[in-house]
């Protein structure tokens, strides 16, 4: 691919801790402007483990809540929910003869060498605050006080103070919509309405079935149609007062796609939109209204026919749905869609296909009128999937991916002494191309050098374009914890190497994606999915599944939630 010179893209700016009485109003989630909230880093720098007692005040408004991020073991929130007791403290590392419990599975040239010291980790808290404009966020530290507003810490500009050793960034005030509701919950989608209210959507499993639900953001989940079994939602407005939620169903022996209408009082009764045999999944949704012509709601799957995988589509009129299109043009398996429109009401699909023997990324567009010829985003022996794609304020589609090495999880392993593939996990990185005079090119700044800390393992990127024309790119990151672990077998302490996946969002200005600010709370299992939805008020709404694991104790998973925010 070429590179594209930073000024082609200037266009588009046309834990364990006690966790305090939350305080948080969700009927702020409706709004776009939420209470702040702060992740405050402490000992960034440090080069010696150190306590970190503290608290903090606002001069003009309260503390909402207070959590700690990557507390461990001593270090919690005090019962006044303004203070907290905590540590830097050393990681634990892998020794060398216990090779095979690092990320790369290499063998050291001496495996008897002591093992160095651990890295220094930093420790911090996420502070909810109710404050008014101005108003000072003053914080107290064993090492030094400083203070901060809410407009000196926006989205992407971590603000470092007592000399770097403290960083201060805005991340995303978590709600939890699920709370104490008896299920375990997942598979969360996003949309705004025509009133410009976000609603989500999601599955929740209990007691051997599971039930869709969805409400707008702050009020009480109603649930959609029969229980059943289900994978996954899509949910998306149709004009100014309807909404649309499809999910995958079990039907009989197969998966089939089946759909519910909300008129602004009810939802209706399951839909089933295809009856054909073959499993239906991976399902997005998208309001399509072009300058011209009717809007037409965009549904698009990836479908099984005659045993091959294939990317299939139809639409609705407002009146009925289209018969199904294939999409893709792929002699092997295609793989999880994504869509997007274009200012002027074009639709782009992209997914990924293992034509030639490796994962590979495509795009085909819709004029209109017919399906334009696809074509390869990437042509490699490397592994390419999860595709995402979304077009900016001047039409062009850009395209995001994650990526691996050649013949990923092939020919690897213990037994394997001629290794001809890599291995499962040994690095991810986030990939993106922009469609420019018919060209691939790649922004001249990738997301991982954003910061030092995601230059590795990042996946599943989501791109999104804010009401403002920013481009956003929302990611998965994977941090190892070791813990040591008590091993009944073995009658003693053993170390255990766990990965906490997080997610994180990140803007484009034109020249360089901004510091990837996280979403709190949002550690869990790998197959989680994020919803993210665009609102008129330059926001965007995201909502996130997490399994309620923290730093302190990464296993097993406490109880799955649905989360949202704005940022």
Not at 77 to 88: A, F
Not at 198 to 218: D, H, N, R, S, T
Not at 223 to 240: E, Q
Not at 346 to 372: E, K, M, P, T, V
Request: aromatic residues 12%; contains cysteine.
């Amino acid at each position: 691919m070429r590179i594209l010179l930073s000024v082609l893209l200037l266009s588009l700016l046309a834990g364990c801790s006690k966790r305090a009485a939350s305080g948080l109003d969700l009927s702020q989630l409706s709004t776009a402007s939420p209470a702040p909230a702060f992740q405050i880093t402490l000992g960034a720098t440090d080069a010696e483990p150190g306590r970190w007692d503290g608290s903090i005040d606002v001069s003009s408004g309260k503390v909402l809540s207070l959590t700690g991020w990557r507390f461990y073991k001593e270090d919690q929130v005090l019962p006044d929910g303004k203070s907290w007791k905590c540590s830097t403290r050393r990681r634990a590392v892998v020794p060398p003869n216990m090779w095979w419990l690092g990320a790369k599975h290499e063998v050291p040239a001496d495996p008897d060498a002591p093992a160095p010291p651990g890295p220094m980790l930093a420790n911090g808290v996420v502070v909810t605050v109710d404050a008014g404009p101005g108003a000072e966020i003053r914080v107290t530290t064993a090492n030094g006080n400083f203070a901060f507003s809410a407009e000196s810490a926006p989205f992407g500009k971590p603000a470092a103070f007592l000399n770097g050793r403290v960083v201060v960034e805005r991340v995303a005030t978590p709600w939890k919509l699920t709370a104490a509701d008896g299920f375990e919950d997942d598979n969360p989608s996003l949309t705004i309405d025509g009133a410009g209210r976000a609603w989500a959507a999601w599955i929740g499993y209990a007691k051997g079935q599971e039930q869709v639900f969805a409400a707008p953001l702050g009020q009480k989940p109603m649930p959609v149609g029969k229980p059943g079994v289900f994978f996954r939602t899509a949910l998306a407005r149709f004009g100014a007062r309807d909404l649309w939620l499809v999910t995958c169903s079990r039907d009989g022996e197969t998966w089939n796609l089946a759909a519910s209408r909300y008129d602004g009082r009810n939802w209706s009764d399951w839909q089933p939109l295809t009856t054909t045999s073959g499993p239906k999944m991976f399902h997005r949704l998208l309001f399509n209204a072009p300058p011209s012509g009717r809007g037409r709601l965009w549904l698009v799957w990836q479908g099984w026919n005659q045993g091959r995988a294939e990317i299939q589509a139809k639409f609705y009129d407002g009146n009925l749905w289209s018969e199904t299109a294939t999409v893709s043009d792929n002699r092997a398996d295609a793989w999880e869609p994504a869509l997007a429109a274009d200012p002027q009401g074009r639709l782009y699909f992209a997914w990924d296909a293992y034509d030639n023997g490796s994962y590979n990324i495509y795009l085909r567009a819709f004029d209109g009128q017919q399906y334009l010829p696809q074509q390869a985003v990437t042509a490699s022996s490397r592994f390419h999937a999860h595709a995402s794609v979304q077009c900016d304020a001047l039409g062009r589609p850009w395209v995001a991916w994650e990526e691996a090495g050649a013949d990923w999880g092939k020919d690897t392993g213990f037994l394997v002494r001629e290794k001809h593939g890599e291995a499962l996990y040994e690095q991810r990185a986030v990939r993106m191309a922009v469609l420019e005079n018919g060209q691939w090119m790649e922004p001249a700044r990738p997301l991982q050098e954003s910061a030092a800390a995601f230059r590795e393992f990042n996946e599943q990127p989501q791109l999104v374009r804010d009401a403002k024309g920013r481009m956003w790119c929302f990611f998965r990151h994977r941090s190892i914890q070791i813990d040591e672990v008590w091993s009944p077998s073995l009658r003693g302490i053993r170390l255990q190497a766990y990965s906490h996946w997080e997610y994180f969002g990140s803007s484009f200005d034109g020249q360089s994606w901004s510091a990837p600010a996280a979403l709190d709370q949002s550690s869990g299992r790998n197959d989680f999915r994020l919803a993210v939805s665009p609102a008129p008020s330059g926001q965007i709404a995201v909502a996130w599944a997490a399994d309620g694991r923290s730093w302190a104790n990464s296993y097993p998973p406490v109880k799955n939630e649905i989360f949202a925010g704005w940022m």
